[in-house]
């Protein structure tokens, strides 16, 4: 009978950060960023236990709402700027082994600020290692962007150029073409696998015999700054990446898009109503929104709103900008799908844009499911895409914009 390794998946997320305020639970493309790294964890085969080692209630109460585990908090003093990896994990493990008596065989180590993760890297790498009993650890790389055998430093007495590296029987690397010059990796901080001993016997995250994993460059991310932040959004909706969701699998915009439909109250409006004396109702939309629905249906892309909302405020709006629109509907689905059908359009070249629980059913009907920013939070990760603008304040124009560029 052969034991199951028991491999213990560690999130290390302490609560200060500088660069990006509250990073570790701040929203990342509808998700907060360690719910990434959280589903890499729980969706691997290999790993038998996903835990946070955060300083922090609210992300301990984040990351046990997303499934994983935060059996200790972790001391002030080990959630410092300056901080090393190696005091936090050697905590980890004597902690569980003192009050739990719980000794994993491989210790993993999936960083909140390298989200965006092929499926498949966490097995690869505890398999790796599982398979060399000698090694003592696998690091995730890639390969280097720049060579530094073309590198140099500046000799402090002299101000002179010094080689950083230099090449046995090669006089000049820094002058050789890169194909004569050995191969060279970055790491990357997607994932690192380590033997316990390591850590507890050697003192290191790393340990002597470190074998490699190479990790495909185009998910290489390591969020530090908003510009950072940015990027590996983009990378989510837009690199087609097969990575690892803390939900479903985003799906990108359809191609063609045949049709774009709207939620009206959140998506159209900021989501409040002003109510006068006699009972009449009054919302706040975007002007520019108008603009951006004529330019996107007269290059041919048609849409229309979908509401359960009776008020005619929903018929005047939409008169306004010339959208065909269905309101007072009970059933958004089962109206969509009949919809759908009459006109003979393909559900899956359909892309909807909605904001609330009673969009949900919709979501799995078409192409692309599209919500607005400030959108409710459990639906913000069943989204495909989750725009940067709140509805009623240019939600629509950005998603319609976002259409037409595309489809050029």
């Given at each position: 009978?052969?034991?199951?390794?028991?491999?213990?998946?560690v999130?290390?997320?302490?609560?200060?950060?500088?660069?990006?305020?509250?990073?570790?639970?701040?929203?990342?493309a509808?998700?907060?960023?360690?719910?990434?790294?959280?589903?890499?964890?729980?969706?691997a085969?290999?790993?038998?236990?996903?835990?946070?080692?955060?300083?922090?209630?609210?992300i301990?109460?984040v990351?046990?709402?997303?499934g994983a585990?935060?059996?200790?908090?972790?001391?002030?003093?080990?959630?410092?700027?300056?901080?090393?990896?190696l005091?936090?994990?050697?905590?980890?493990?004597?902690?569980?082994?003192?009050?739990?008596?719980?000794?994993?065989?491989?210790?993993?180590?999936?960083?909140p600020?390298?989200?965006?993760?092929?499926?498949?890297?966490?097995?690869?790498?505890v398999?790796?290692?599982?398979?060399?009993?000698?090694?003592?650890?696998?690091?995730?790389?890639?390969?280097?962007?720049?060579?530094?055998?073309?590198?140099?430093?500046?000799?402090?007495?002299?101000g002179?150029?010094?080689?950083?590296?230099?090449?046995e029987?090669?006089?000049?690397?820094?002058?050789a073409?890169r194909?004569?010059?050995?191969?060279?990796?970055?790491?990357?901080?997607?994932?690192?696998?380590?033997?316990?001993r390591?850590?507890l016997?050697?003192?290191?995250?790393?340990?002597?015999l470190?074998?490699?994993?190479?990790?495909?460059?185009?998910y290489?991310?390591d969020?530090?700054?908003?510009s950072?932040?940015?990027?590996?959004?983009?990378?989510?909706?837009?690199?087609?990446?097969?990575?690892?969701?803390?939900?479903r699998?985003?799906?990108?915009?359809?191609?063609?898009?045949?049709l774009?439909?709207?939620?009206?109250?959140?998506?159209?409006?900021?989501?409040?109503?002003?109510?006068?004396?006699?009972?009449?109702?009054?919302?706040?939309?975007?002007?520019?929104?108008?603009?951006g629905l004529?330019r996107?249906?007269?290059?041919?892309?048609?849409?229309?709103?979908?509401s359960?909302?009776?008020?005619?405020?929903?018929?005047?709006?939409?008169?306004k900008?010339?959208?065909?629109?269905?309101?007072g509907?009970?059933d958004?689905?089962?109206?969509?799908?009949?919809?759908l059908?009459?006109?003979?359009?393909?559900?899956?070249?359909?892309?909807?844009?909605?904001?609330?629980i009673?969009?949900l059913?919709?979501?799995?009907?078409?192409?692309?499911?599209?919500?607005?920013?400030d959108?409710?939070?459990e639906?913000?990760?069943?989204?495909?895409?989750?725009?940067?603008?709140?509805?009623?304040?240019g939600?629509?124009?950005?998603?319609?914009?976002?259409?037409?560029?595309?489809?050029?």
């Open positions: 009978m052969v034991t199951r390794a028991e491999v213990l998946a999130i290390p997320a302490r609560g200060g950060s500088k660069g990006i305020p509250r990073k570790n639970i701040r929203s990342f509808g998700c907060p960023l360690i719910g990434y790294s959280i589903a890499a964890g729980l969706k085969k290999l790993v038998t236990r996903v835990i946070v080692s955060t300083d922090d209630e609210e301990a109460a990351a046990r709402s997303l585990e935060t059996p200790f908090m972790r001391p002030a003093e080990l959630a410092q700027d300056t901080t090393l990896d005091p936090v994990f050697e905590h980890a493990l004597r902690w569980l082994a003192q009050h739990e008596n719980y000794h994993p065989d491989v210790i993993v180590q999936l960083r600020t390298s989200p965006v993760r092929p499926v498949g890297l966490v097995d690869e790498t398999e790796l290692l599982l398979s060399h009993p000698e090694a003592d650890s696998v690091r995730g790389v890639v390969p280097s962007g720049q060579n530094p055998y073309k590198m140099w430093r500046i000799e402090p007495s002299t002179a150029l010094v080689p950083l590296l230099r090449v029987g090669l006089a000049e690397p820094f002058n073409p194909q004569s010059l050995p191969s060279t990796y970055w790491q990357t901080g997607h994932i690192d696998a380590i033997r316990p390591a850590i016997e050697q003192g290191s995250m790393s340990g002597s470190i074998l490699p994993v190479l990790v495909d460059p185009r290489t991310v969020i530090d700054n908003p950072d932040w940015q990027r590996a959004e983009w990378l989510v909706y837009y690199g087609g990446l097969d990575m690892v969701h803390p939900g699998a985003r799906r990108g915009l359809p191609d063609p898009v045949e774009v439909v709207f939620d009206f109250d959140g998506v159209m409006t900021d989501n409040r109503v002003w109510v006068n004396g006699q009972g009449e109702e009054f919302v706040a939309a975007y002007r520019s929104d108008s603009m004529q996107m249906m007269k290059a041919g892309i048609p849409a229309m709103v979908l359960t909302e009776t008020d005619p405020v929903v018929a005047a709006r939409c008169n900008m010339k959208l065909p629109y269905l309101h509907v009970a958004k689905a089962d109206t969509l799908r009949r919809y059908t009459e006109k003979n359009i393909r559900p899956d070249h359909v892309v909807f844009v909605g904001n609330d009673n969009d059913p919709c979501f799995d009907l078409v192409g692309c499911a599209v919500v607005v920013a959108a409710q939070p639906v913000l990760p069943q989204a495909d895409l989750v725009l940067t603008r709140s509805g009623g304040h939600a629509v124009r950005e998603i319609c914009d976002m259409i037409l560029k595309y489809r050029q």
